[in-house]
């Protein structure tokens, strides 16, 4: 079982940038996808994006593509998400997820961590 720990959130004006991380640990991975999502309140949780592990491809959802941009230091076992040109709608908890299966891209994810608030003043 692998468990995933989000940081890298916190209080940005809109224009500005943050980047997430969101650290594995626990059992090896070699052919997982780990992805980001988030959940404003009142919203159902929505896909960010997701990058393969072992190719580095990503997949990104429409509102964040060009802003976003996902990457992964295989060696540390951590997934970032740099967050450029934000606003204020993308005020939400940012999750990471992980996919031990080894589809591409995936549909479910088996594994998810506790969160981290980026909130986007205006």
């Known amino acids: 079982q692998v468990q995933l720990v989000e940081s890298g959130g916190g209080l940005v004006q809109a224009g500005g940038s943050v980047r997430l991380s969101c650290v594995a640990s626990?059992?090896?991975?070699?052919?997982?996808?780990m992805a980001w999502f988030r959940q404003a309140p009142g919203k159902e949780r929505e896909f960010v994006g997701v990058?393969?592990?072992?190719?580095?491809?990503?997949r990104y959802a429409d509102a964040v593509r060009g802003r976003f941009t996902i990457s992964r230091d295989n060696a540390k076992n951590t997934m970032y998400l740099q967050m450029n040109s934000l606003k204020p709608e993308d005020t939400a908890v940012y999750y990471c997820?992980?996919?031990?299966?080894?589809?591409?891209?995936?549909?479910?994810?088996?594994?998810w961590g506790q969160g981290t608030q980026v909130t986007v003043s205006s």
């Open positions: 990058i393969s592990w072992r190719s580095g491809s990503t």
């Open positions: 997820a992980a996919n031990r299966r080894d589809v591409w891209p995936p549909r479910t994810y088996d594994t």
């Open positions: 626990g059992r090896a991975f070699s052919s997982y996808s």
